[in-house]
């Protein structure tokens, strides 16, 4: 709880203003938009579902937009997973803690979980992930009741916590070759992809292929390394 | 009009909206976190398996952010692209400056993008 009371909780709690306004600017009931937060809890994929309703798009369009943009938790549950099961959690209480998963618990939980003692874990994930959903709850609603009063200026500076927190999150945690070449290959390839793929399909693509790269050079550094008998990387 | 049955104003009276929101938010997003549940079964958390899913999920998330400087949605398009990488560059000049502090970037990032949006907005 100490650790989403510091940065963390802030970004999130900026994101979800943002949230919050855009739903009042689709006349979205409040209840219902706070249900996206509680029931969705991802930033990216609740501002296609309200950004969509503005458009007037269909609900079934709505549906397979948001489980494109939402592919990547697969990957971010399969991750951390593995990390929140040392005390043999109840199959109910895995749905309840893969739930809790988006990209602030990810990157935050990916960094901290393996330097601690396995039977801790789960218990400092829940507590952590639990503040964050309470601060976003609040912040929905006071975007929600802020919004018209919140210049465009100040709107466009909301918008843009969650890329630079991401940002330097993703850098923070870097910490050998493979995060590295990850992360350079997401951002290098990302505008190349947008340019020939259609919405969603670009970021399984520069996932996949980004991802596999540097999975790859971290294996030849390796091979390498022990062959000149030099230090792994 | 059948194909109407599909828009939100149909949904968007006393209960509906709620329902919509499970049907058509919820459980296209929950999906795949239910299924990691399956696919993680008998992987090791030292597995290299483990090791290409992080470096996926790594490469899909700078992806992500890289789509929002690039393309953002909203309030963001107030402010030109160069002004944006601009102040990704700030941002990361102050988390450096300042012994690596998360805090120190993101501020430093988004006031420059608030200063960009005031003085520098794009011609409508």
Redesign the interface.
Known sequence: MRTAL??PM??LG?TFVGIGG?AQQA???L??VL??TV??W?G????I?I?S?IN?L???A???S??L???????????L???LRGQKPSMLL??FS??Q?A?TA??ES?RRLPDMPASERLAWFMGFTQTLFVGALAATGVGYLLAGALP?????????????????????N?RDA??W???????V???V??SFLSPGF???F???????T??VI?RTLRRRASKSGGVVP | MS?DI???HW??GGLW??L??????????????????F??RG???KSEV???????????????????????????Q??PLWA?VG??VL??AA?FVLR?S??A??FT???A??AA??WLPVAR
Not at chain 1, 152 to 172: D, H, I, N, Q
Not at chain 1, 181 to 187: E, K, Q, R, T
Not at chain 1, 206 to 212: E, H, K, Q, S, Y
């Open positions: 510091h940065g802030y970004f900026l855009l006349d979205m009931p209840g219902v249900l996206t029931l969705i991802a990216p994929a609740q501002v579902f950004g309703i007037g269909s609900l079934p709505i549906a397979l948001i489980s943009s939402s592919v990547r938790l697969l990957p971010m549950c399969v991750s997973l593995p990390w895995t749905v893969t739930h998963i990209v990810w990157v990916i465009k200026e100040l709107a466009a500076g909301l918008l843009f916590v969650t890329p630079v927190y991401f940002t330097l999150a993703l850098f923070r870097a493979i995060d070449s990850a992360l350079a290959l997401g951002f390839l990302a505008p992809s947008r670009d970021l399984l520069v996932g996949l292929i980004g991802g596999t540097a999975w971290k | 194909a599909w828009k939100w949904w968007s909206p709620y919509a929101v499970i049907i058509f938010g919820f459980l296209p997003s929950e999906i795949w976190r239910l299924m990691s549940i696919l993680v992987i090791d958390e483990l090791e290409w899913v992080r470096a996926v999920s790594t490469a899909l998330l700078a992806a992500v952010v890289a789509n929002i400087v690039v393309a953002p949605a909203g309030a963001l107030l402010v944006r102040a990704m941002g990361f988390y690596k998360v805090l970037g993101v990032g988004v006031g993008v608030i949006a005031i």
